[in-house]
């Protein structure tokens, strides 16, 4: 079983649609959270960080859930340059940050 | 030093040579990693040093693969006898670690190789 696990996708959604993303993690002792953002060919740029409230930036809300081990995405209202992959990450015990596959999103005018 | 720097941006090798990799981390960060990012997967974890000392390797770090970081500044890292399943693009990060947090996850562009 992988440690991060995401739903590859991908997800076409129209302009100004919602849209989710989950992410499950295997260690339970794991303390934090990411979510970033890759472009084709592109490095990984974080897009936020995942706090146990909740935390949420313009349109876009992360929630983590630890009893159920999953973290989520939300983005409101998408617009056609959200369409990335976005890449669920878990910060090892060690430090290392653990990617999932990715999500891929497609936002169609 | 605005960024981790990575060359060559691209590098195209026929199966069985060596390749060298560099990484220019943010200055003043202590720590930094090697990723391996294939196509339609997350990057996957490679090594990390902080400062000069190698800390751990991932069992995707084969026999052919050699990380350094002899100053503590940048890294290299080698691909002896290149195989086509080494075909990938490698991530550089870097990120400065105190007793108490560890901050500021930073990627270079990467250095797709291709090995023909």
């Known amino acids: 079983r992988k440690e991060v696990e995401q739903d590859p996708g991908p997800f076409n959604v129209p302009e100004g649609a919602t849209v989710a993303f989950n992410c499950t993690y295997s260690?339970?002792?794991?303390?934090?959270f990411f979510w970033y953002r890759q472009d084709c060919r592109k490095e990984p740029k974080l897009l936020m960080s995942?706090?146990?409230s909740g935390n949420e930036d313009g349109r876009f809300t992360a929630q983590l859930n630890r009893a159920s081990q999953y973290i989520s995405l939300l983005i409101r209202d998408s617009k056609l340059s959200d369409s990335a992959t976005y890449l669920c990450?878990?910060?090892?015990?060690?430090?290392?940050?653990?990617f999932g596959q990715g999500t891929t999103l497609q936002v169609k005018p | 030093d605005t960024g981790v720097s990575q060359d060559p941006r691209h590098k195209i090798t026929k199966r069985g040579q060596n390749v060298t990799f560099r990484c220019d981390p943010i200055?003043?960060?202590?720590?930094l990693y090697w990723y391996r990012q294939t196509l339609g997967q997350g990057p996957e974890f490679l090594t990390y040093?902080?400062?000069?000392?190698?800390?751990?390797k991932s069992r995707l770090l084969s026999d052919r693969f050699s990380a350094e970081r002899p100053k503590g500044s940048f890294s290299t890292l080698e691909i002896q006898r290149t195989e086509q399943g080494d075909s990938a693009m490698y991530l550089c990060?870097?990120?400065?670690?105190?007793?108490?947090?560890?901050?500021?996850?930073?990627f270079g562009s990467g250095t797709r190789l291709t090995v023909v």
């Open positions: 990060a870097s990120s400065l670690v105190s007793r108490t947090a560890i901050d500021g996850y930073t």
């Open positions: 200055s003043e960060h202590n720590r």
């Open positions: 990450v878990v910060i090892s015990n060690t430090g290392k940050l653990i």
């Open positions: 995942v706090y146990s």
């Open positions: 260690n339970s002792a794991s303390q934090s």
């Open positions: 040093f902080q400062n000069e000392a190698q800390l751990e």
